[in-house]
């Protein structure tokens, strides 16, 4: 059976992974007939959101205690990830993707990489395995690798932040992905567009579908 790590960045959408994009790839990747582990960085979350108010909240998080709700608490810091071990990985979005793995939401171009996150990306790029990204992460993608086709769906901003950190961006609607043949790297722009959670679902599936096509 095959086996996929997917890499969470905590827990909700405004300061963690997006949910839906989370469990709905947990879910793909089940009825395609894998097994999935899921990891996340043991570091503090950039800050905490009120997903009620929206507001910043006066406390501290752990990222991979907070994405271990989403996991069931099956879930295993990223810095024992090991490429060799898992034929691809994915990487959900939400807000989290972009403070928490990186810092993109915040410093736009000139974004860190978690060093967790980008050492995951080459390991499994230099072994040749595909690589998942949903949302806003293919722009960490982007930022760790250059010269790589990705989509965000039709966001003008983000898409000259892909270029300009190199990649080339291909506009996309609902549910389509986009290959980069080169690096293996499949992404679908899911919340990145104005979606219903059924969508994002296509989107989800569309993208497991082809990793597995392509393990």
């Known amino acids: 059976m095959k086996k996929i790590a997917v890499v969470l960045a905590g827990n ?31 570091v503090d979350q ?13 406390e501290k ?11 069931r608490g099956n879930i295993t810091p990223l810095s024992e990830y090991k490429a060799k071990d898992f034929d691809a990985i994915i990487f959900p979005g939400g807000f989290g993707a972009a403070k928490n793995l990186c ?8 974004c860190k990489v978690n060093p967790d996150v980008e050492k995951a990306v080459r390991s499994t790029v230099a072994e040749k395995k595909p690589i998942g990204a949903l949302c806003i992460s293919p722009v ?12 965000i769906g039709q966001d003008e901003a983000t898409i000259q932040a892909v270029e300009n950190l190199g990649g080339t961006h291909e506009k996309t609607t609902h549910g389509q992905i986009v290959v980069d043949e080169k690096y293996n790297i499949i992404t679908t722009p899911c919340y990145m567009l104005n ?21």
């Not at 960490?140 to 989509?151: H, P």
């Open 140 to 151: 960490m993608i982007a930022k760790i690798l250059g010269d790589v086709k990705v989509t």
């Open 12 to 42: 909700g959408v405004y300061d963690g992974s997006e949910i839906h994009e989370a469990t709905l790839t947990l879910l793909a990747i089940a009825r395609n007939g894998a097994q999935y582990q899921c990891f996340a960085p043991d």
């Open 195 to 215: 979606a219903t959670i059924d969508q994002i679902a296509d989107g989800a599936e569309n993208a497991v579908k082809k990793i597995l096509e392509m393990v």
């Open 103 to 110: 810092t993109f939401a915040f410093d736009g171009i000139d």
């Open 46 to 58: 950039a800050h905490v959101v009120n997903h009620l108010t929206g507001e910043e909240m006066p």
């Open 61 to 71: 998080r752990n990222v991979l205690v907070e994405a271990a709700r989403i996991a």
